[in-house]
């Protein structure tokens, strides 16, 4: 017998991509805490501060030396009596190497690192919450630090800031690289209104008001705006509303006031639009979302602007060709001349009534002409057997019909030029059709 193979423990190349578990890691963000929560975690804090140091007295009672030793379940003991103390749930764990590490440093409770701004931040917290009662909004992040570095200015806390940044490395320095940048180092930068809010979101007036965004200063004037739209009876098309609108602030302290909203509220770029407008559609927009319930006009049927007339000039050509070819008829006594004239005219009338089809159905206007061409040549055809005064094709007025009739007409007589006897095959094909 022939011994199997032993199999050998290969190992295989892991796959790559992300590390396992990354894609359905949820980004790291620091939600703003509720009061309930913000209290939850100020007691889990207390309640290991109340073990390091309960634990403490007791292994300094019984000797610090270690020469006594501790009682067992002394820890154990401590933990369920600051559950029960800060009212924690059964669950919540204080983890025995935690309490050991702070009394062996002596650090028994908790220190973080602590920025002179703490100082003011319980002023600034009622700056805020008077601002938003007033406003009657959110502060947006470059309103809170100007709040912020205000009470800097007025407590005079410029150098202690700087010397803070510069032991914990957040200075911002010039372009040597050395020298700090005061108008920077010394004040507070937005990550400082996202740590804020963390720290004191829960005390600030931010989930009593539903609206989300600054007012635009256009509120002011909107109700003029309203009356002057209402009075024109219709629909009012976005640029006659941004006409009213602008007609209305123009040289008056409200458009400067609008530019400054554009250009520090807004973070725009520039206060006008590409046409140089200072309001667009945009604006429109808005004020139509906001003022839908004062406009009486504003679910009828806008008035389609007058594309041309076409429908009465081509009538009016009908009415021109029938006159002529009664009385061409009219004038030819021989009653078979009579029979050919009343064939051509009934043939012509149905290439005429074939283009109405045609521009009713909304094609293209090469056909149209195409097709009124095709009835005039069809009439003269058989005008000239009858003897009856051919219809001239250059009276045929197709200026309404489109704007570029010229150029199909020039395009039609190229083509005659170039094969005529194709034309009259192509009448002979529609006169077969119709």
């Known amino acids: 017998k022939v011994a199997a193979p032993k199999k050998r423990n290969i190992k295989r190349r892991k796959v790559g991509g992300r590390p396992a578990g990354a894609k359905n890691s949820k980004p790291h963000v620091s939600p703003i805490l509720t009061a309930e929560q913000k209290y939850d975690k100020d007691k889990y804090k207390l309640a290991r501060d109340y073990v390091a140091l309960e634990y403490h007295k007791i292994k300094c009672a019984t000797g610090c030396d270690g020469s006594k030793p501790m009682k067992r379940g002394v820890m154990k003991s401590l933990v369920a009596t600051s559950k029960k103390m800060y009212g924690l749930p059964e669950e919540f764990n204080i983890s025995r190497s935690t309490i050991l590490n702070r009394i062996k440093t002596g650090a028994l409770v908790a220190r973080k690192v602590r920025s002179p701004m703490e100082r003011v931040e319980e002023e600034l917290i009622r700056l805020t919450n008077a601002r938003i009662k007033t406003m009657d909004r959110l502060l947006f992040a470059h309103e809170g630090l100007e709040l912020a570095n205000d009470l800097i200015k007025k407590n005079k806390m410029e150098d202690e800031i700087l010397e803070f940044k510069e032991r914990h490395s957040y200075v911002t320095t010039e372009a040597d690289g050395k020298t700090p940048d005061r108008k920077r180092a010394c004040y507070m930068g937005s990550k400082y209104w996202q740590q804020f809010l963390k720290r004191h979101g829960h005390r600030l007036e931010v989930r009593k008001y539903g609206r989300m965004g600054p007012a635009s200063p256009m509120v002011k004037i909107e109700g003029q705006v309203v009356e002057m739209v209402n009075a024109l009876g219709r629909p009012a098309r976005p640029s006659e509303g941004i006409r009213f609108a602008l007609s209305l602030i123009e040289g008056t302290p409200l458009e400067a006031e609008v530019r400054d909203f554009k250009l520090r509220t807004l973070s725009l770029k520039s206060a006008v639009n590409k ?160």
Do not use: C
Request: proline letters at 2%; a negative charge.
């Open 275 to 434: 046409k140089g407008q200072l309001l667009g559609p945009g604006y429109w927009r808005s004020f139509l979302r906001r003022n839908q319930h004062l406009l009486l006009h504003l679910d009828e049927k806008k008035e389609e602007a007058p594309v041309g007339d076409a429908g009465a000039d081509v009538s009016t050509e009908n009415a021109e060709e029938s006159n002529m070819i009664d009385q061409s008829t009219a004038a030819v006594a021989d009653p078979a001349a009579v029979a050919t004239a009343a064939k051509a005219e009934s043939e012509a009338s149905l290439l005429i009534e074939a283009a109405h089809t045609i521009e009713a159905q909304g094609t293209e206007i090469d056909v149209l002409q195409e097709a009124s061409v095709d009835a005039v040549d069809a009439y003269n055809f058989h005008a000239t057997v009858t003897g009856a005064s051919t219809y001239e094709r250059e009276t045929v007025s197709t200026d309404d019909v489109g704007q570029h009739h010229q150029h199909y007409q020039g395009r039609w007589y190229q083509q005659k030029q170039r094969g005529g006897h194709l034309m009259y095959q192509k009448n002979d094909d529609i006169h077969k059709t119709g």
